[in-house]
């Protein structure tokens, strides 16, 4: 960095900022407050722009504890994505505020809308997957691949892309009567190359057999091309998948968990081979249900609770946690939580999870045990009664 000076103008005199504080100021910033500085000056732009002050930014605001609720509109029929700070208060303070601005007014003030391809009157048939290194994928879930209906976007650059088609010929999939697509990021650690991950999950059915089996296809950001992954062992499989867990930290594995709760399918980002993971535990799925997050770079924190919500009954969530893909350790149970609630989020810098009520999100700390904030979601459309439609993200973005 050059020895300019940056020239700021207070009100009864006039103060220099060497490039490297004025870089050291604007690197703990909010994103949305960069874009604004953006336009202060063309010197402004170009350094908010560069490589270097992108891994300034990821290892000063980006290691902060920083939250973004991402929940989905029941009126626009959209995902909307909240730049809002939502920290946690001290242990002592507990606090109930109104999602949005803090003081009740509606989500929407601070949420930016992201694309979508459904139609108002069609059913939910779309998931989301992310952020990871500034990308959220919107996808559909349903139907024979070769409909195309992904979307790559990031909302720091306020970028969108539809993907191009991934091709899939017509043998492959004439006589198999169910196709259920699941995406995941990840990053190769030699390449430095983002990728998007692709599974098919399909079930086929000819004459009295049926099988079930797995495609999986690489998507290249930066070339903007899809890539068949032969795997002998996934296609002649027996696991059927439609959800996804998300990735490590350093984008080294994606994780999915299979329908039956049963076993975790780890894909390893460098040598594109899938890692299986039994659960610990048999749940009973129709009893009970299985949540997990990523924790870190090399954690899976798997959470156990029931099904059906019973009012007036306390339930303790069960915890175990994968370190490695090698080994499940039980830990200490969390709660109790008043009637059945679900967790949305895993907010580990804080040692915090976030569970939904009704019409509340639950920011439970479960090293003291104590409820630390309470955001309420009453008065606002959007989607609390699907876990699926409401998640509380640690989010970094990347502004490349």
């Not at 029929?77 to 939502?86: E, M, V």
């Not at 007036?312 to 915890?319: A, C, D, I, S, T």
């Not at 907010?347 to 009704?358: A, D, E, F, P, Q």
């Amino acid at each position: 960095m050059g020895n300019n000076k940056k020239q700021i103008k207070g009100n009864e005199s006039t103060v220099y900022f060497s490039e490297e504080i004025v870089e050291e100021i604007l690197s703990r910033l909010p994103v949305h407050s960069l874009f604004r500085f953006k336009a202060v000056s063309k010197s402004w732009n170009t350094l908010i722009s560069s490589p270097s002050f992108a891994e300034s930014y990821l290892n000063n605001y980006g290691n902060s504890n920083n939250f973004v609720l991402l929940a989905f509109d029941q009126t626009t029929r959209k995902w909307k994505l909240s730049f809002t700070t939502f920290g946690t208060s001290s242990p002592s303070e507990l606090t109930t505020v109104a999602v949005g601005d803090g003081g009740g007014g509606r989500a929407d003030e601070k949420f930016i809308e992201l694309p979508t391809m459904l139609e108002k009157t069609r059913r939910i048939k779309e998931k989301i997957i992310g952020p990871f290194n500034g990308f959220i994928c919107i996808y559909r879930i349903l139907g024979m691949p070769r409909m195309g209906g992904i979307t790559l976007c990031n909302p720091n650059l306020r970028t969108t892309e539809t993907l191009p088609i991934c091709t899939v010929t017509d043998n492959e999939f004439s006589f198999r009567t169910s196709v259920i697509r699941s995406m995941g990021f990840g990053l190769d650690s030699v390449t430095k190359e983002i990728k998007l991950v692709q599974i098919l999950s399909y079930i086929f059915r000819f004459k009295d057999a049926i099988k079930k089996g797995i495609r999986v296809d690489i998507y290249s950001p930066s070339n903007k091309t899809w890539r068949h992954v032969p795997d002998d062992d996934a296609a002649t499989s027996d696991t059927f998948i439609s959800r996804a867990i998300g990735s490590y930290e350093d984008g080294s594995f994606a994780h999915w968990i299979d329908n039956n709760q049963s076993v975790v399918l780890s894909f390893d980002m460098q040598k594109e081979v899938f890692v299986r993971t039994p659960i610990p535990i048999e749940y009973d799925q129709f009893k009970h249900k299985v949540k997990i997050f990523a924790k870190g770079s090399s954690s899976l924190v798997l959470f156990a609770y029931p099904r059906e919500r019973v009012t007036g009954k306390n339930y303790l969530f069960e915890r175990w946690e994968l370190k490695g893909l090698k080994h499940w350790t039980r830990l200490t149970r969390v709660g109790p939580f008043l009637g059945v609630t679900k967790p949305v989020g895993a907010l580990w810098r804080s040692r915090v999870i976030v569970v939904r009520g009704k019409t509340k999100l639950v920011f439970y700390d479960y090293s003291t045990q104590q409820v630390r904030r309470i955001y309420d979601m009453e008065g606002n459309d959007y989607h609390l009664n699907c876990s699926d439609l409401i998640k509380v993200l640690e989010y970094k973005g990347i502004l490349l």
